[in-house]
């Protein structure tokens, strides 16, 4: 089982806690009156709900990139029950042991936890959404209260199971790049094999960071080369991908391009984030 070693807290971060507690409920108050008149919302389409839910959202945001929070991760179940399940990267799979998931020596596949929504399918589902969570490579998980949302409107909007694997952020201990990427293909290749579902029934889909995990296993299934050479497929391609907001550009300018866009302000996405991840 992985753990992440204890984090023993800075001075900074106890500070900030400090004050994001103290100043909560006047913030909140704040919010819920100012965002009454439509005029004051973010859009004029928006609702009410949908204004002080982005502002609320943006506060525990904020909070989580300043203190750098490590979204607690275990694989044992815990609330998710059955949901939730361990895959376990194939021993030998070509498909782990090539090209770019091979070119840091320190970064091997690991175990990985990952949730099903809206329930664990009955039987081997004939067609699946292979949903990856968002935040920047650094923030949420696969759970629930971490990243439920998504996947379970996803799941009811298209009436097919959805697998959330709860992959690798590089906050975390031996898991910078490749280890996402190296999660993402040990998930695939789990429905694959496992469960037997046909590529052409597997829909790949990201949001966010999430969306730049799906184009990156897309690449890599279609354009992966070892040692300078081509290599043919070890895999087949799957039926679809959807990409939600997908994070594209990883240049040293995204922060910049961040906070200097127009709808800044609609947003609760900041610089200081993508600078972190």
Request: a positive charge; aromatic letters at 10%.
């Amino acid at each position: 089982m992985n753990k992440q070693p204890p984090i023993m807290p800075t001075l900074r971060a106890m500070l900030y806690t400090s004050f994001t507690l103290t100043t909560l409920p006047i913030r909140i108050l704040g919010i819920l009156i100012y965002y009454i008149p439509k005029v004051t919302r973010p859009h004029p389409a928006w609702t009410y709900r949908q204004a002080i839910g982005l502002k609320i959202f943006a506060i525990w945001w904020n909070y989580a990139t300043a203190v750098e929070y490590r979204t607690p991760k275990t694989l044992t179940p815990g609330r998710e029950g059955q949901r939730f399940v361990v895959i376990d990267p194939p021993s030998n799979h070509p498909a782990l042991d090539r090209g770019i998931l091979r070119s840091v020596p320190s970064i091997h596949p690991n175990p990985i936890g990952a949730v099903w929504y809206p329930s664990t399918p009955s039987k081997p589902p004939s067609r699946v959404i292979l949903h990856f969570h968002g935040g920047a490579y650094v923030l949420g998980g696969a759970r629930r209260k971490q990243n439920g949302w998504g996947p379970r409107i996803l799941s009811q909007y298209m009436n097919i199971p959805v697998l959330q694997p709860q992959y690798r952020l590089s906050v975390e201990e031996n898991a910078s790049f490749p280890a996402a990427l190296q999660d993402g293909i040990t998930a695939y290749v789990y429905l694959l094999d496992t469960l037997g579902v046909a590529p052409k029934n597997i829909i790949l889909s990201g949001d966010s960071a999430g969306g730049n995990l799906v184009l990156a296993m897309l690449r890599y299934l279609t354009e992966e080369v070892d040692a300078g050479v081509p290599v043919p497929l070890p895999l087949p391609l799957p039926g679809a991908g959807l990409l939600w907001s997908p994070w594209v550009d990883l240049t040293d300018r995204a922060a910049w391009k961040v906070d200097g866009h127009p709808c800044r302000g609609n947003d609760y996405l900041t610089g200081r984030l993508v600078e972190w991840g």
